[in-house]
């Protein structure tokens, strides 16, 4: 069972290139979210899904987008990457969004360069 | 907004103990767990508190005080291999995480 992959590893982008990062999870989670985590911030959420259809905007939505067309993968786009976006993006998962000790685990991340 | 408040560094001795605090001011909770997190890896799940009182998990304790907005993570017989950033991370009354900036462990022998 591999739990949470993403992909690619890391990548470095051009200003203004369009960008898809790949999550996908093989534990039939429910709930799925994207984190930037930079520096002296944390991680920072950008956006989330609780079940396949729906999706919701975090902390940091803005120059983001996420689809969830299935219960297994959660791809983040950056439509017109800016330098501001350089950061390490984890993807996570959790069975639900509400009630009990609802753990969230994580993929190994992506680090992004936006040059 | 929410507000999480933890030291960012720490060192201490193999074999000791270290206590690590996080504060926080959220709206509305439904919990709070922390993270362990080694340099250029992802965040793996420690322990989670959602009543007053101690958790323990070998090692490590985590402990919650909800009137106070406050807990810790107590790591006991540090071990090398503890050296990591450790989050602390609050689920809010809509049920999402927010994390603090985390604490840097640092263990030295």
């Known amino acids: 069972i591999a739990g949470i992959t993403q992909a690619p590893t890391s990548q470095i982008l051009a200003a203004g290139r369009r960008m898809t990062l790949r999550c996908t999870q093989d534990?039939?989670?429910?709930?799925m979210y994207w984190y930037r985590q930079d520096l002296g911030l944390g991680l920072r959420l950008i956006h989330y899904s609780n079940t396949a259809g729906t999706t919701g905007k975090g902390e940091v939505p803005d120059g983001y987008s996420v689809s969830r067309a299935n219960t297994d993968d959660f791809p983040l786009t950056l439509a017109s990457a800016v330098p501001s976006q350089t950061s390490v993006y984890f993807c996570?998962?959790?069975?639900?969004?509400?009630?009990?000790?609802?753990?969230?685990?994580f993929g190994p991340g992506t680090r992004l360069t936006v040059l | 907004g929410q507000n999480i408040d933890q030291p960012t560094e720490m060192t201490a001795t193999e074999g000791a103990i270290v206590q690590i605090n996080c504060t926080y001011q959220?709206?509305?909770?439904?919990?709070l767990f922390w993270y362990q997190q080694h340099a250029g890896e992802a965040p793996t799940f420690l322990s989670y508190?959602?009543?007053?009182g101690l958790e323990e998990k070998g090692r490590f304790s985590s402990f919650l005080s909800r009137s106070k907005g406050y807990s810790y993570l107590l790591l006991k017989e540090l071990q090398m291999k503890d050296s990591a950033s450790y989050l602390c991370?609050?689920?809010?009354?809509?049920?999402?995480?927010?994390f603090g900036a985390g604490t840097t462990v640092t263990v030295r022998a």
């Open positions: 534990m039939r989670h429910n709930a």
């Open positions: 508190n959602v009543l007053d």
């Open positions: 996570a998962s959790s069975e639900g969004l509400a009630g009990g000790p609802v753990t969230q685990y």
């Open positions: 991370a609050v689920r809010d009354g809509d049920y999402k995480l927010s």
């Open positions: 959220t709206s509305g909770f439904n919990g």
